[in-house]
Protein backbone atom coordinates (compact mmCIF):
# COMPACT_ATOMS: atom_id res chain seq x y z
CA UNK A 1 0.00 0.00 0.00
CA UNK A 2 2.97 2.61 1.33
CA UNK A 3 4.97 1.38 -2.20
CA UNK A 4 2.10 2.30 -4.50
CA UNK A 5 0.94 5.39 -2.63
CA UNK A 6 4.54 6.42 -3.24
CA UNK A 7 4.34 5.53 -7.09
CA UNK A 8 1.13 7.28 -7.82
CA UNK A 9 3.13 10.34 -6.42
CA UNK A 10 6.36 9.78 -8.81
CA UNK A 11 2.99 9.40 -11.74
CA UNK A 12 1.90 12.96 -10.27
CA UNK A 13 5.34 14.45 -10.65
CA UNK A 14 5.62 13.37 -13.97
CA UNK A 15 2.68 14.36 -15.19
CA UNK A 16 2.98 17.80 -13.50
CA UNK A 17 6.11 18.25 -15.39
CA UNK A 18 4.93 16.89 -18.67
CA UNK A 19 2.87 20.23 -19.50
CA UNK A 20 5.39 21.68 -22.01
CA UNK A 21 7.46 19.36 -24.08
CA UNK A 22 8.63 17.92 -27.11
CA UNK A 23 6.02 18.45 -30.13
CA UNK A 24 6.88 15.13 -31.65
CA UNK A 25 3.58 13.28 -32.74
CA UNK A 26 1.26 16.63 -31.86
CA UNK A 27 -0.32 19.03 -33.91
CA UNK A 28 2.55 21.61 -33.34
CA UNK A 29 4.69 20.79 -36.57
CA UNK A 30 6.60 23.70 -36.63
CA UNK A 31 7.71 24.29 -33.58
CA UNK A 32 9.96 22.11 -30.82
CA UNK A 33 8.32 22.72 -27.99
CA UNK A 34 3.99 21.88 -27.53
CA UNK A 35 1.59 22.29 -24.77
CA UNK A 36 1.16 18.82 -23.72
CA UNK A 37 -2.50 17.79 -22.27
CA UNK A 38 -4.21 14.47 -21.43
CA UNK A 39 -7.36 13.59 -23.43
CA UNK A 40 -10.24 13.15 -20.71
CA UNK A 41 -13.05 11.44 -23.43
CA UNK A 42 -14.80 12.71 -26.43
CA UNK A 43 -17.52 13.41 -28.57
CA UNK A 44 -18.27 13.61 -32.17
CA UNK A 45 -18.04 17.26 -31.73
CA UNK A 46 -15.16 18.01 -29.32
CA UNK A 47 -12.16 16.20 -26.96
CA UNK A 48 -12.28 17.42 -23.33
CA UNK A 49 -8.69 17.63 -22.42
CA UNK A 50 -6.79 18.43 -19.28
CA UNK A 51 -3.52 20.77 -19.71
CA UNK A 52 -1.70 21.44 -16.27
CA UNK A 53 -0.65 24.95 -14.87
CA UNK A 54 1.55 26.68 -17.29
CA UNK A 55 3.86 29.86 -17.49
CA UNK A 56 2.64 32.40 -20.56
CA UNK A 57 3.70 36.05 -22.16
CA UNK A 58 0.28 38.06 -22.98
CA UNK A 59 -0.49 41.46 -24.30
CA UNK A 60 -4.02 43.09 -24.89
CA UNK A 61 -5.43 45.11 -27.82
CA UNK A 62 -9.05 46.03 -28.11
CA UNK A 63 -10.68 46.17 -31.50
CA UNK A 64 -13.75 45.65 -33.13
CA UNK A 65 -11.64 43.15 -35.89
CA UNK A 66 -9.74 40.06 -34.06
CA UNK A 67 -7.57 39.95 -37.64
CA UNK A 68 -6.32 43.82 -36.59
CA UNK A 69 -6.25 43.11 -32.90
CA UNK A 70 -3.90 39.75 -33.23
CA UNK A 71 -1.86 41.39 -35.81
CA UNK A 72 -0.88 44.21 -33.50
CA UNK A 73 -0.91 41.54 -30.33
CA UNK A 74 1.26 38.77 -32.56
CA UNK A 75 3.69 42.11 -33.18
CA UNK A 76 4.21 42.96 -29.96
CA UNK A 77 4.66 39.29 -28.30
CA UNK A 78 7.55 38.45 -31.14
CA UNK A 79 9.08 41.59 -30.26
CA UNK A 80 9.55 39.77 -26.39
CA UNK A 81 10.64 36.54 -27.69
CA UNK A 82 13.12 38.15 -30.36
CA UNK A 83 15.21 39.71 -28.07
CA UNK A 84 12.87 43.04 -26.23
CA UNK A 85 13.45 41.60 -22.71
CA UNK A 86 15.08 42.64 -19.60
CA UNK A 87 17.62 39.94 -20.58
CA UNK A 88 18.06 40.05 -24.30
CA UNK A 89 17.57 36.69 -24.45
CA UNK A 90 16.03 35.33 -27.25
CA UNK A 91 13.06 32.72 -26.81
CA UNK A 92 11.99 29.93 -29.03
CA UNK A 93 8.14 30.20 -31.05
CA UNK A 94 6.33 27.27 -29.12
CA UNK A 95 2.40 26.37 -29.84
CA UNK A 96 -0.14 27.03 -29.47
CA UNK A 97 -1.03 30.42 -29.47
CA UNK A 98 -3.84 31.10 -28.02
CA UNK A 99 -6.60 34.39 -28.43
CA UNK A 100 -8.88 35.08 -25.77
CA UNK A 101 -12.16 36.04 -27.23
CA UNK A 102 -14.85 37.54 -25.02
CA UNK A 103 -18.05 36.48 -25.71
CA UNK A 104 -19.79 39.55 -26.83
CA UNK A 105 -21.26 40.43 -30.26
CA UNK A 106 -18.94 40.26 -33.26
CA UNK A 107 -18.01 43.73 -34.85
CA UNK A 108 -18.79 45.01 -31.21
CA UNK A 109 -15.30 46.51 -29.91
CA UNK A 110 -13.84 44.05 -27.87
CA UNK A 111 -10.41 43.40 -25.57
CA UNK A 112 -8.51 40.56 -27.41
CA UNK A 113 -5.53 38.83 -25.59
CA UNK A 114 -3.15 36.86 -27.43
CA UNK A 115 -0.38 34.51 -25.40
CA UNK A 116 2.66 32.90 -26.15
CA UNK A 117 3.13 29.48 -24.50
CA UNK A 118 6.95 29.85 -22.72
CA UNK A 119 9.15 27.19 -23.60
CA UNK A 120 10.15 24.71 -20.81
CA UNK A 121 13.75 26.35 -20.48
CA UNK A 122 11.73 29.68 -19.56
CA UNK A 123 9.09 28.48 -17.33
CA UNK A 124 10.95 28.58 -14.22
CA UNK A 125 12.49 31.96 -14.78
CA UNK A 126 10.86 33.91 -17.38
CA UNK A 127 12.67 37.07 -18.77
CA UNK A 128 10.93 40.25 -17.73
CA UNK A 129 9.56 42.26 -20.34
CA UNK A 130 10.69 45.78 -21.92
CA UNK A 131 7.32 46.64 -23.43
CA UNK A 132 4.57 47.21 -20.24
CA UNK A 133 2.06 46.30 -22.22
CA UNK A 134 3.57 42.62 -22.14
CA UNK A 135 3.03 40.58 -19.08
CA UNK A 136 4.27 37.34 -18.15
CA UNK A 137 1.56 35.06 -16.18
CA UNK A 138 0.46 31.39 -14.89
CA UNK A 139 -2.74 29.93 -16.10
CA UNK A 140 -3.53 27.10 -13.44
CA UNK A 141 -4.61 23.37 -14.75
CA UNK A 142 -7.38 23.77 -16.57
CA UNK A 143 -9.92 21.31 -18.18
CA UNK A 144 -11.24 22.25 -21.76
CA UNK A 145 -13.78 21.37 -24.40
CA UNK A 146 -12.11 21.49 -27.97
CA UNK A 147 -13.28 21.90 -31.12
CA UNK A 148 -10.98 21.40 -34.58
CA UNK A 149 -10.80 22.78 -37.46
CA UNK A 150 -8.58 23.54 -40.41
CA UNK A 151 -7.87 26.11 -42.92
CA UNK A 152 -7.18 29.89 -41.18
CA UNK A 153 -8.03 31.26 -38.34
CA UNK A 154 -10.47 34.53 -38.71
CA UNK A 155 -12.83 36.71 -36.61
CA UNK A 156 -15.93 34.54 -38.94
CA UNK A 157 -14.20 30.92 -39.07
CA UNK A 158 -13.79 31.07 -35.16
CA UNK A 159 -17.41 32.74 -34.40
CA UNK A 160 -19.25 30.29 -36.66
CA UNK A 161 -17.64 26.77 -34.46
CA UNK A 162 -17.55 28.44 -31.13
CA UNK A 163 -21.30 28.93 -31.96
CA UNK A 164 -21.25 25.44 -33.13
CA UNK A 165 -20.19 24.24 -29.96
CA UNK A 166 -22.33 26.32 -27.79
CA UNK A 167 -25.31 24.82 -29.38
CA UNK A 168 -24.01 21.43 -28.92
CA UNK A 169 -23.44 22.02 -25.23
CA UNK A 170 -27.35 23.35 -25.15
CA UNK A 171 -28.10 20.00 -26.58
CA UNK A 172 -26.48 17.89 -23.86
CA UNK A 173 -26.36 19.81 -20.79
CA UNK A 174 -22.27 20.90 -21.02
CA UNK A 175 -21.53 23.87 -18.49
CA UNK A 176 -18.88 25.97 -19.58
CA UNK A 177 -17.40 29.30 -18.62
CA UNK A 178 -19.35 31.59 -21.26
CA UNK A 179 -17.60 34.77 -20.89
CA UNK A 180 -15.14 34.04 -23.14
CA UNK A 181 -13.10 31.53 -25.21
CA UNK A 182 -10.10 30.93 -26.57
CA UNK A 183 -9.00 31.06 -30.36
CA UNK A 184 -5.95 28.78 -30.84
CA UNK A 185 -3.25 28.64 -33.42
CA UNK A 186 -0.83 26.05 -34.02
CA UNK A 187 0.62 27.39 -37.51
CA UNK A 188 2.24 30.50 -39.21
CA UNK A 189 0.72 32.31 -41.67
CA UNK A 190 3.24 30.63 -44.20
CA UNK A 191 2.06 27.24 -44.57
CA UNK A 192 -0.84 26.78 -46.78
CA UNK A 193 -1.79 23.21 -46.07
CA UNK A 194 -2.77 21.07 -43.44
CA UNK A 195 -3.23 23.61 -41.10
CA UNK A 196 -4.97 23.24 -37.72
CA UNK A 197 -7.09 25.36 -35.23
CA UNK A 198 -8.85 25.20 -31.97
CA UNK A 199 -11.82 26.73 -30.30
CA UNK A 200 -11.57 26.22 -26.76
CA UNK A 201 -14.43 26.94 -23.67
CA UNK A 202 -13.44 26.02 -19.75
CA UNK A 203 -15.27 23.34 -18.32
CA UNK A 204 -17.47 24.37 -15.45
CA UNK A 205 -17.96 21.51 -13.22
CA UNK A 206 -17.46 18.15 -14.31
CA UNK A 207 -16.94 17.60 -18.37
CA UNK A 208 -19.57 16.03 -20.06
CA UNK A 209 -19.09 13.50 -22.97
CA UNK A 210 -22.42 11.90 -23.85
CA UNK A 211 -22.49 12.19 -27.70
CA UNK A 212 -25.14 14.39 -29.26
CA UNK A 213 -26.34 12.55 -32.78
CA UNK A 214 -25.49 14.87 -35.75
CA UNK A 215 -28.92 14.37 -36.81
CA UNK A 216 -29.86 16.97 -33.53
CA UNK A 217 -27.04 19.21 -35.30
CA UNK A 218 -28.09 22.41 -36.81
CA UNK A 219 -25.37 23.55 -39.60
C1 LIG B 1 -10.55 46.94 -22.44
O1 LIG B 1 -9.71 47.00 -21.31
C2 LIG B 1 -9.45 48.34 -20.90
C3 LIG B 1 -8.42 48.28 -19.79
O2 LIG B 1 -8.72 47.31 -18.84
C4 LIG B 1 -10.76 48.98 -20.45
O3 LIG B 1 -10.55 50.30 -20.03
C5 LIG B 1 -11.75 48.95 -21.62
O4 LIG B 1 -13.01 49.46 -21.22
C6 LIG B 1 -11.90 47.54 -22.14
N1 LIG B 1 -12.71 47.57 -23.38
C7 LIG B 1 -13.76 46.78 -23.58
C8 LIG B 1 -14.45 46.93 -24.89
O5 LIG B 1 -14.16 45.98 -22.75
C1 LIG C 1 -15.20 32.85 -16.25
O1 LIG C 1 -13.95 33.40 -16.55
C2 LIG C 1 -13.79 34.74 -16.11
C3 LIG C 1 -12.49 35.25 -16.67
O2 LIG C 1 -11.41 34.40 -16.35
C4 LIG C 1 -13.86 34.76 -14.59
O3 LIG C 1 -13.70 36.09 -14.14
C5 LIG C 1 -15.18 34.20 -14.15
O4 LIG C 1 -15.22 34.12 -12.75
C6 LIG C 1 -15.41 32.83 -14.75
N1 LIG C 1 -16.77 32.40 -14.49
C7 LIG C 1 -17.06 31.32 -13.79
C8 LIG C 1 -18.50 30.95 -13.67
O5 LIG C 1 -16.18 30.64 -13.27
Request: aromatic share 14%; net charge negative.
Amino acid sequence: MILLTGLVGVLLVLTAEAKVGNSEGTKCTETKECLLYDLVCETAEYEVRKYGAAKWVSTMEESWSMEYATMTAFRRLFGYISGENAEGKKIEMTAPVLVTIPEEPIWSTRNFTMSFLLPSEFQQNPPTPDNTKVYIHEMPEMKMYVRSYGGWMTGISDFYYARRLKNTFKINGATYNNTFHFGVGYDSPMKWYNRHNEVWFKVEGEPVCSSSSSEEMSD
